[in-house]
């Protein structure tokens, strides 16, 4: 990304970060103080992650001659959520999605051979998910409020980082007068790709809750644009590293809670989110060992993350 969009997405941000921050202030003036509201939640949960990474080939049309698929499945996770009743109609929320997994799985596509299918792969069963942290601020103003619901808006800031490490593992490549005729297999435990996935977003959309038999159903639809997004590759076998810096690109987060009160201050919930960072492309910056480092401008590479995830915890009110 040039230093113009990188500074212009560091104001975007700076400036939601301006605004999530002044709207307490600006909500104690439009509505009556109300008396001080914390709520503290935790839960335990699994999650399914998957982030694609792609190099592209500018002479041929942006051709896909590349694409990693890191992916894990049911990682634990452990979230932690505070929210503060700021103003009558003002709620304050942050969140810490932390995962407590380190299993996954990756496999690597490259094509070569132009006109006919991939020409090279290599599987890495033995992949580690190293790191998996979401972070969030936001606030939520609700229009509509009654004994049965509300229905507001949300906005708000996030913050996911990933990094994975491919180790050992098997391949299929081509010669350069064969095609899949080579085929074989790395050091068991040998590091291989290490993979790293850096996305801030910001999000605006409806918020709202129904109560009914007991129970409280909550949920948010938000939409928004991964800003200042980028990623890290180093292949270790070849010492050779990726950096890549994306243009903004489409965010959707989606989240669902059903919540059993168990007394007056405490509740039960069963919970659900999905976050999706849309395909994000940038340009690259190529550093092999023994070579200047070549910066490739357009948009070369190529990224996106997708994560899914259940749990259930204890909601206390104070």
Known sequence: MGARRRQAARSALAAAALSLAAAPALAALAAPAAAADFTVSGSIGFADLEANEYLYDLEDNGTTVSRLIWQATAVPVATFE???QAAERLVVFGSLGLGLGRGGDMADYDWTVKGRPWSM????????????LVLELGARYD?????????????????TNVKWTARGGSYVYSSDTGFRDRAGAFADGAKVISYQQSLPA???????????WGLTLSGRVVGGLTLDGSSADHHWLRDLSFEQDYHPAPY????????????P???????????????MKGSTLWDEAGAEPQRLDGEVGGA??????????????F
Do not use: K
């Open 82 to 84: 505070a929210e503060w």
């Open 121 to 132: 792969r290599s599987q890495h069963p033995d992949t580690e998910l190293d790191r998996y």
């Open 143 to 159: 229009l509509l409020r009654g004994r049965g619901g509300r229905l507001g808006l949300a906005a708000g800031l996030s913050y």
């Open 202 to 212: 910001f999000y605006l959309g409806p918020a709202g809750a129904i109560e009914a």
């Open 252 to 263: 959707l987060g989606l989240r669902a809670r059903l919540e059993l009160p168990i007394g």
């Open 265 to 279: 201050e405490a509740a039960l919930f069963l919970g659900g989110r999905y976050r999706r960072h849309f395909l």
């Open 304 to 317: 996106s993350f997708g994560a899914l995830t259940v749990d259930a915890g204890l909601r206390v009110r």
